[in-house]
């Protein structure tokens, strides 16, 4: 895995650094954890599809487990 201020120092001392990423500009990105992406606060970090796998799978089975059981259905 590549280190994001190890790379940052890299660039500096070696070429124009690129731009941290935002909504606009493309950039150097940092990915959240699954604590930064489970609490949602940073707005600063990208999440990952593995990440993002794990808060589906939470709010999926919270949202079957409140449906009525169909299997009684006449």
Known sequence: AI???QLKAYVANNATAPPDASE???G???LATAAETTTGTDSTRAVHPAGLK???DKKLNKDIS???D???AP
């Open 24 to 26: 606009t500009v493309k």
């Open 66 to 68: 409140t449906l009525p």
């Open 54 to 56: 794990v808060e589906l």
């Open 70 to 72: 169909l299997s009684t």
């Open 3 to 5: 280190d994001v201020v």
């Open 28 to 30: 150097i990105v940092e």
